[in-house]
């Protein structure tokens, strides 16, 4: 079946230091969307990507989707502790309705 | 407009006994879904309402049955609960079934089946 892959599953970084985590399809997407979930909390939508190549920037939030729309990336920039938590990728399962979740990338920032 | 809401917030249950999750939006979307989250496996959808009268099985459906009691509400019942079943359980909806929407998701319920 349709999977959606993300890796690493954890990172820590020490405040200020780059993220990345990188989210790959086992099949062409529509589109992605990216989800965040803070500690004890539950996902809330961040951005979605429609185009192939397409960029797009949240502040220090880069979000990219793959030429060939099967790949998705998201890089922060000098991280803060506000950072942390689970980050999540998911594209649109082969019925439209569902949403295919990838198992998230933890991130946790050191002061 | 409080969104999407869930109860009970916490839950302890003995092995073999029910209950039943119970989920309600006020932003008159058509579909609601039912995931369950473990650590290291991301969200598993469990059962989804693309629509009010439809339901249907995802990833991980058994030991489950739903009820989309009407458009607002949608519960997910453990008929005869296991350690298996121990979770963070999420409720979400969005506007239609079309692959262009974000979901919105619940506060969650913990769960722990002893």
């Known amino acids: 079946g349709q999977q959606v892959m993300q890796i690493p599953q954890y990172q820590h970084v020490q405040e200020g230091e780059d993220f990345t985590t990188y989210c790959n399809s086992s099949t062409t997407l529509s589109n992605i969307q990216w989800y965040k979930q803070r500690p004890g909390g539950h996902p809330v939508f961040l951005i979605q990507l429609v185009k192939s190549g397409e960029v797009k920037k949240q502040k220090r939030l880069t979000f990219q989707f793959g030429e060939a729309k099967k790949n998705s990336s998201l890089h922060i920039t000098a991280t803060q502790t506000t950072d942390v938590g689970t980050y999540f990728c998911?594209?649109?399962?082969?019925?439209?309705?569902?949403?295919?979740f990838g198992q998230g990338t933890t991130l946790q920032v050191k002061p | 407009n409080a969104g999407v809401t869930q109860t009970p917030k916490f839950q302890v249950l003995k092995t073999g006994q029910s209950m039943t999750l119970q989920c309600a939006q006020d932003m008159n979307h058509n579909s609601m879904y039912w995931y369950r989250q473990d650590p290291g496996m991301g969200l598993r959808l469990i059962y989804y309402?693309?629509?009010?009268?439809?339901?249907d099985k995802g990833e991980v459906p058994n030991g489950y049955n739903v009820s989309r009691l009407n458009k607002r509400e949608f519960s997910l019942r453990l008929e005869s609960a296991a350690p298996s079943q121990t979770s963070v359980y999420f409720c979400?909806?969005?506007?239609?079934?079309?692959?262009?929407?974000?979901?919105?998701f619940g506060p969650g319920t913990r769960l722990l089946v002893l």
């Open positions: 309402s693309a629509s009010e009268g439809t339901t």
């Open positions: 979400a909806s969005k506007s239609s079934g079309g692959a262009w929407e974000t979901q919105y």
């Open positions: 998911a594209g649109p399962g082969s019925n439209t309705g569902k949403l295919i």
